[in-house]
T-cell receptor
Framework: EPEVTQTPSHQVTQMGQEVILRCVPISNHLYFYWYRQILGQKVEFLVSFYNNEISEKSEIFDDQFSVERPDGSNFTLKIRSTKLEDSAMYFC?????????????FGPGTRLTVL | RKEVEQDPGPFNVPEGATVAFNCTYSNSASQSFFWYRQDCRKEPKLLMSVYSSGNEDGRFTAQLNRASQYISLLIRDSKLSDSATYLCVVNMAQGSSNTGKLIFGQGTTLQVKP
């Protein structure tokens, strides 16, 4: 069964450093998403991406965040200057443009720790 | 009012028990509804979609009441492996698109005991 994959599984960084989180969505999916989950809290939407542009973004997704699809398979989330409060699990998700376009499948996540 | 609200639990039940989770959502324009399961420090995994007519998948039954903006999940004959957090999720699609951001509830924790 096809899966969303994410790398790295755990990223430790110093405050103020840039990080890039990587995702490989399911191959025939065309809608891509990033979510985050701070420890003990609910999963929160960050951004959706379709046709090489952002479809929607949340208030969390400020100028420090950016997304990119640099090639036909990868989807990345960049945080330019990390803050302590960016520590969280970051989940990538993708969905199929077909009949089940509203169903999103999640990757295993990247645990980001900002020191 | 929270966008998606669930009783956080925990629900502690013996094996074989029937347990029900409830969820309410605030936005009447919500398009699609789901239950996801999340194990500790893992990704959310789709358990089932929820349809107005009600739907069943083995031991799991989901119901949606659009008028009351209420979603439920019933688990029959609980197994130890059902222990997890159950997330009520609403898709906030925009316009004619049926894709959109997912809004998650806080989750309801289920612990099934031997």
């Amino acid at each position: 069964e096809p899966e969303v994959t994410q790398t790295p599984s755990h990223q430790v960084t110093q405050m103020g450093q840039e990080v890039i989180l990587r995702c490989v969505p399911i191959s025939n999916h065309l809608y891509f998403y990033w979510y985050r989950q701070i420890l003990g809290q609910k999963v929160e939407f960050l951004v959706s991406f379709y046709n090489n542009e952002i479809s929607e973004k949340s208030e969390i997704f400020d100028d420090q965040f950016s997304v990119e699809r640099p090639d036909g398979s990868n989807f990345t989330l960049k945080i330019r200057s990390t803050k302590l409060e960016d520590s969280a699990m970051y989940f990538c998700a993708s969905s199929d443009p077909g009949a089940r376009a509203d169903t999103q499948y999640f990757g295993p996540g990247t645990r980001l720790t900002v020191l | 009012r929270k966008e998606v609200e669930q009783d956080p639990g925990p629900f502690n039940v013996p094996e074989g028990a029937t347990v029900a989770f409830n969820c309410t959502y605030s936005n009447s324009a919500s398009q699609s509804f789901f239950w996801y399961r999340q194990d500790c420090r893992k990704e959310p995994k789709l358990l089932m979609s929820v349809y107005s007519s009600g739907n069943e998948d083995g031991r799991f039954t989901a119901q949606l009441n659009r008028a009351s903006q209420y979603i439920s999940l019933l688990i029959r004959d609980s197994k130890l492996s059902d222990s997890a957090t159950y997330l009520c999720v609403v898709n906030m699609a925009q316009g004619s698109s049926n894709t959109g951001k997912l809004i998650f509830g806080q989750g309801t924790t289920l612990q099934v005991k031997p």
